[in-house]
């Protein structure tokens, strides 16, 4: 089945700053990947999400790439503020309709 | 649309005992996948359906068992809890389009500690 290797595991950055998660994914039919936030005592929430035929998608501040041959995909969060700081957790699905998530990157932003 | 609901919030078992979480939705979703999340390993699927009346196993189906009778609704059921089933359950749902499956809704989570 599908493995989703993220890291790192912890990130602390100065407010202001840029975070990078990366993540590498074993299947190669998988076709989606998304990225969830998740803050302490609540449920995951999507914030971004890239499919396979896109090398790379931007929503603001947030920014997902996608290299297929490689098999990895990045998280790259610019001018990082304290609210950003939560749990963040890669996925991917592959042909199968199961979405295997990655195991979490703990970002802290220091104001 | 009150979107995924989980029933209860808390719950606190006995070892041995048995029990259902309850999940719906209201937004129509074709699949729905129950996940348990541990500190440090992140989200791990048990069961999962693709519809009404399919379901098959995810990664730690054991001790688990599911069914969908309806669209709306997807339970879990926990035939004799142990200890390590001690977690935080999501219950979760989406949908697909000619692009293939689309984002996946989370519902509030079930925090079930078994002693």
């Known amino acids: 089945g599908e493995n989703v290797e993220q890291h790192p595991s912890t990130l602390s950055v100065q407010e202001g700053d840029s975070a990078v998660i990366k993540c590498t994914y074993s299947?190669?039919?998988?076709?989606?990947f998304p990225w969830y936030k998740q803050e302490l005592g609540k449920r995951p929430q999507l914030i971004i999400d890239?499919?396979?035929?896109?090398g790379e998608k931007k929503d603001q501040r947030i920014a997902v790439t996608l290299n297929k041959t490689a098999k990895h995909f990045s998280l790259h969060i610019t001018e990082t503020q304290p609210e950003d700081s939560a749990v963040y957790f890669c996925?991917?699905?592959?042909?199968?309709?199961?979405?295997?998530f990655g195991k979490g990157t703990l970002l802290t932003v220091n104001p | 649309n009150a979107g995924v609901t989980q029933t209860p919030k808390f719950q606190v078992l006995k070892t041995g005992q048995s029990m259902t979480l309850q999940c719906a939705q209201d937004?129509?979703?074709?699949?729905m996948s129950w996940y348990r999340q541990d500190p440090g390993m992140g989200l791990r699927l048990i069961h999962y359906?693709?519809?009404?009346?399919?379901?098959d196993q995810g990664e730690v189906p054991n001790g688990y068992n599911v069914s969908r009778s309806t669209t709306e609704d997807f339970p879990l059921r926990l035939l004799s809890a142990a200890p390590s089933q001690t977690s935080v359950y999501f219950c979760?749902?989406?949908?697909?389009?000619?692009?293939?499956?689309?984002?996946?809704?989370f519902g509030p989570g079930t925090r079930l500690t078994v002693l």
């Open positions: 937004m129509n979703h074709e699949y």
């Open positions: 299947d190669s039919a998988s076709n989606y």
């Open positions: 979760a749902s989406s949908y697909s389009t000619g692009e293939g499956l689309n984002e996946q809704f």
């Open positions: 890239i499919r396979s035929n896109v």
């Open positions: 359906s693709v519809g009404a009346g399919i379901t």
């Open positions: 996925a991917a699905r592959g042909s199968n309709y199961k979405l295997t």
